[in-house]
């Protein structure tokens, strides 16, 4: 966050742990460059609503092989936790195209991923 000011025109991704550290000193930079955080409960979702973000990624949804021994959340209370939140929200996680319907139902703008999108060569 110290080195905002050395770009100018970027937008910026906070990891949870970032979200944590700097989300009481509220949005860090003009509403004209996306901010984005991720995020993996409802205490994170209001910290990230609490700064400013423009969107969140919300993860993990199912299991998945980048973070084995994560908790995943489920469809029920991911759909809970969007429901709960008023901006725009991505899916992470065990999901990808094929559940991108699912996630439109879930009130979800999207998914998001590594895997899903990427070929295994290059993961």
Not at 32 to 51: D, F, G, I, K, V
Not at 90 to 111: N, T
Request: charged share 20%; aromatic share 10%; glycine share 8%.
């Amino acid at each position: 966050m110290e080195r905002l000011g050395d770009f100018p025109s970027a937008g910026w991704h906070l990891t949870a742990e970032q979200l944590r550290k700097y989300a009481s000193r509220g949005r860090p930079f003009p509403e004209n460059r996306w901010l984005a955080a991720s995020c993996h409960n409802a205490e994170e979702l209001a910290l990230a609503e609490q700064m400013g973000v423009d969107f969140v990624t919300l993860s993990p949804v199912q299991p998945t092989l980048t973070h084995p021994d994560a908790q995943p959340l489920g469809w029920p209370q991911a759909t809970q936790l969007i429901a709960d939140f008023n901006r725009p929200v991505f899916l992470l996680g065990g999901v990808g195209p094929a559940e991108r319907q699912q996630a439109w139902e879930s009130g979800a703008q999207g998914v998001a991923g590594i895997r899903a999108f990427w070929p295994d060569e290059i993961v």
